[in-house]
């Protein structure tokens, strides 16, 4: 569901001029550069402010989608679309992670953190069974248990991944932000105008 559903994107205008007519002609400056090419030169403003819960926040042209960009959307230059409510480019599933797959993301690196303490302490008790009947020696139950001393090995080192990543996550939906979000504009420093009581931030995400 992460990888195969479609995460936000945002169509592109296939119209020139782009919708936003009524702001062409207006005198050049340096906040206002565009051009449609084999048509007479145009400007456009490159960014507008839109009121979003008393917060002024500055919507972008997207010059390859040829529109401005909805609140919390971002152009990726992998995917080359711009997706809404932009939270980062997964290259572990070959997949932007969106307004759309979100919580299918989350869920994702959960049940992978969950999975990895389970075979964790599982092996561990496969190990301690066999140190009982090998008179409390850990070396002889780990000879015999090869399988379990590979798999505490492997997921004491990739739980931290994806255990990191999801109290991240846990942190990020609890607070309204994406990690776009979080990086480029340090929400835990200023107001975050999408942010509401925990409660209502889980419920806009999984529900």
């Known amino acids: 569901m992460t990888s195969a559903r479609d995460p936000g994107i945002v169509p592109r205008n296939t119209r020139a001029p782009p919708p936003e007519a009524d702001e062409r002609n207006l005198p050049a400056t340096p906040s206002m550069e565009w051009s449609v090419g084999g048509t007479p030169r145009m400007r456009f403003r490159r960014t507008?402010?839109?009121?979003?819960?008393g917060v002024t926040v500055k919507l972008k042209f997207c010059e390859t989608c040829l529109r401005y960009r909805p609140p919390r959307s971002s152009h990726c230059s992998i995917c080359n679309n711009c997706v809404q409510?932009?939270?980062h480019h997964c290259p572990w599933v070959g997949q932007c992670i969106g307004l759309r797959n979100y919580r299918y993301?989350?869920?994702?690196i959960a049940t992978s953190t969950f999975l990895?303490?389970?075979v964790l302490i599982f092996s561990w008790l496969n190990?301690?069974?066999?140190m009982q009947d090998n008179g409390g020696s850990i070396w002889k139950a780990l000879r015999k248990e090869v399988y379990s001393f590979v798999l505490i090995i492997y997921t004491s080192i990739v739980v931290w991944f994806v255990g990191g990543l999801t109290v991240?996550?846990?942190y990020l939906i609890s607070t309204n932000q994406t990690t776009y979000e979080n990086f480029r504009y340090n929400y835990d420093k200023k107001d975050n105008p999408y942010r509401k009581s925990i409660t209502k931030n889980f419920a806009e995400v999984f529900f």
Not at 48 to 53: I, L, P, R, T
């Open 116 to 118: 990895c303490i389970s």
């Open 85 to 87: 409510k932009f939270d």
């Open 168 to 170: 991240l996550h846990l």
């Open 105 to 108: 993301f989350f869920l994702f």
């Open 48 to 53: 507008k402010d839109v009121n979003v819960n």
């Open 127 to 130: 190990v301690h069974g066999e």
